[in-house]
């Protein structure tokens, strides 16, 4: 007990005239230097006070940018100095990496920074450009760390978070993150003439009265001709096929006051007529004479829901023409939806009389001529 009191002393005091001498080397670095050991340079006051900030890092507590560096230029251990592995990524064609950290070992705040930081300097050097870093939700604590070092949000999921840097001299490419939302509505007429309406229990309608086509928002990878159908089916019980769309609009800054929104005018066919409405958002569903839809005054005194009206009039008179869709394949090879006005458009039959009737009817829709 008095020996570890007595070299306790001893390493107090030695410490103790270090620190009051600041050109001398710690004796920890004394130790690394005489033992051959090549260490990078030692910033710490002490390496008492840089066990101590370690101690803070792996607690999770806030650690300055300067903090990381000097952990990460203190990774020393048993004499030896300890060999620093870069993040795990994967070139992207754009010439920058991607690293996805959703399948790796959970690590410390003081191993992210480290390996990092000696990440950004290596592809800095190897000439990348965009740096992509996934983080799944169990590892949004190193979310400050990477935006200390330059990163900033791009995305997230429910699962995890995307954060980017650029780190070229050249101007940046990184794409901005999804801009647009896409939503649909479903023009459904029954041989009668009838259109299938909704009314809604919250939303932007909620106390007007309109009577409006079943709405909403396209899932992440679905298609729209698909999107419609489902909405159809939760909205109204009704069972539907896709026949065309007739229109698309956009609006900006109307999601979350900054994205842009898509809207497709669907043409379904109904096979089924009995409507059981969806409780939780519908408040009341039916059939509809197509133009007491139209005569609405909440849409006549709208120029763009009357023109969609008007377009929903003009097709249940046959008097005109939506996309269709033909299924064929993308770059990829995988399966892709293209819609079009013809099929005779892919294979080179487009005439001068079929362009005439288009441009007409669609002139006539919108009282053009």
């Known amino acids: ?51 101590k900030k370690r101690r ?11 903090e990381m560096n000097e952990l990460v230029d203190l990774r020393c251990m048993d004499g030896e100095a ?17 690293v996805n950290l959703m399948e790796v070992e959970p690590m410390t705040a003081e191993e992210f920074y480290a390996k990092l930081d000696v990440s950004l300097k290596a592809w800095k050097d190897q000439g990348k450009k965009g740096i992509w870093i996934k983080l799944p939700c169990e590892l949004l604590s190193l979310v400050d760390i990477a935006i200390k070092k330059g990163f900033t949000y791009h995305h997230a999921e429910k699962e995890y978070a995307v ?41 932007v309608f909620k ?31 009704i069972e539907t096929k896709f026949v065309e769309v007739l229109a698309f609009g956009e609006s900006h800054q109307s999601f979350l006051e900054r994205k842009t929104d898509i809207y497709f005018l669907c043409e379904l066919e109904p096979s089924t007529f009995e409507i059981k409405k969806q409780d939780s958002e519908i408040l009341d569903a039916k059939w509809m004479p197509i133009e007491d839809y139209v005569k609405q005054p909440f849409i006549q005194n709208r120029e763009n829901f009357r023109y969609m009206a008007n377009i929903c009039l003009k097709r249940s008179r046959e008097e005109y023409l939506g996309f269709s869709t033909v299924l064929t394949k993308n770059l990829t090879g ?11 458009f892919l294979n ?22």
């Open 163 to 203: 954060l980017t840097s650029w780190i070229s001299d050249l101007p940046s490419t990184i794409p901005a993150n999804a801009s647009h939302r896409i939503g649909i509505g479903a023009l459904v007429l029954n041989k009668n003439r009838e259109v299938l309406v909704v009314q809604e229990i919250d939303g």
């Open 56 to 66: 803070r890092c792996a607690r999770g507590e806030e650690t300055t940018a300067g």
């Open 334 to 344: 995988k399966e892709s939806y293209l819609y079009c006005n013809t099929a005779d």
């Open 207 to 237: 106390g007007t009265g309109l009577w409006k086509l079943p709405t909403g928002v396209i899932q992440e990878g679905e298609g729209i001709w698909a999107g419609a159908v489902r909405e159809v089916k939760e909205e109204t019980g």
């Open 1 to 51: 007990m008095e020996e570890k009191k007595e070299a306790a002393a001893t390493e107090e005091a030695t410490t103790s005239e270090w620190m009051s001498r600041p050109n001398m080397v710690s004796p920890e670095e004394e130790r690394f230097r005489s033992g051959g050991t090549k260490c990078r340079a030692l910033n710490l006051v002490s390496i008492q006070q840089w066990r």
């Open 82 to 98: 300890q060999p620093i592995a870069l993040l795990n990524g994967k070139e992207d064609r754009y010439g920058g990496v991607e």
């Open 348 to 369: 080179g039959k487009l005439d001068h009389a079929s362009t005439s009737l288009f441009t007409t009817l669609f002139r006539k829709c919108f009282c053009l001529t």
